[in-house]
């Protein structure tokens, strides 16, 4: 049972370039979500999906795209790279009993 | 949408001490949970504890949802134990996602 796996781990664009950051998780959890972390401002929601086939925005969510297109992977994507883009992105699942459980992280930067 | 703050920003203790970090929060919350991130960027979820009192090993915490606050315990303290503790909470109903505050960075030395 891996839990939560995102790929890759790190990255590094240059500005204007596009990428695709996965999600898979194998705990069945309908929600899942995207989370962005920078230094000394915690974590911030970027967009979120309550099941396959849909997505919601969160609180940060200009400059990136999502898609569920199957239950277990949420997909994010960047169509033109920004350096204010680079961050530590997080992925989450949550299941019935509302716990958030989270991938290692993917490490992005953006020249 | 909800304001979550976190007290104190940063924690030094002794091996063997016990802490006791705060959180505050503006709105009556229906999701609150406490995550631990170790130093190698790793985000643990350590209590789902929207109200009441809860316990695993040396930790435990309380929130009291009428004042607004969570408080998490760590007693007998361990340099395993540091890392950033963060807080999150959301105030709706549905799946929207937790707003987490800016965390306690815990040092623990030997």
């Known amino acids: 049972n891996a839990g939560v796996t995102q790929t890759p781990k790190f990255r590094v664009l240059k500005t204007g370039q596009s990428m695709t950051l996965l999600c898979a998780q194998d705990m069945n959890h309908e929600y899942m979500y995207w989370y962005r972390q920078d230094p000394g401002m915690g974590l911030r929601l970027i967009h979120y999906s309550v099941g396959e086939g849909t997505t919601a925005k969160g609180e940060v969510p200009d400059g990136y795209n999502v898609s569920r297109l199957k239950k277990q992977n949420f997909l994010l994507g960047l169509e033109s790279a920004a350096p204010s883009q680079t961050s530590v992105y997080f992925c989450?699942?949550?299941?019935?009993?509302?716990?958030?459980?989270f991938g290692s992280g993917t490490q992005l930067s953006v020249l | 949408g909800i304001q979550v703050e976190q007290s104190p920003p940063d924690l030094i203790l002794q091996e063997g001490a016990n802490s006791t970090l705060r959180c505050n929060f503006s709105?009556?919350?229906?999701?609150l949970q406490w995550f631990h991130q170790n130093p190698w960027g790793q985000l643990i979820n350590l209590f789902y504890i929207p109200s009441g009192t809860k316990q695993n090993g040396r930790l435990s915490a309380t929130t009291v949802a009428t004042e607004r606050y969570s408080l998490l315990y760590i007693s007998s303290s361990q340099t395993t134990d540091s890392g950033v503790y963060f807080c999150?909470?959301?105030?709706?109903?549905?799946?929207?996602?937790?707003?987490f505050g800016k965390g306690t960075h815990l040092i623990i030395q030997p």
């Open positions: 999150a909470a959301n105030s709706g109903g549905g799946a929207d996602g937790l707003t």
């Open positions: 989450a699942s949550r299941g019935a009993d509302r716990k958030l459980f």
């Open positions: 709105d009556s919350v229906n999701n």
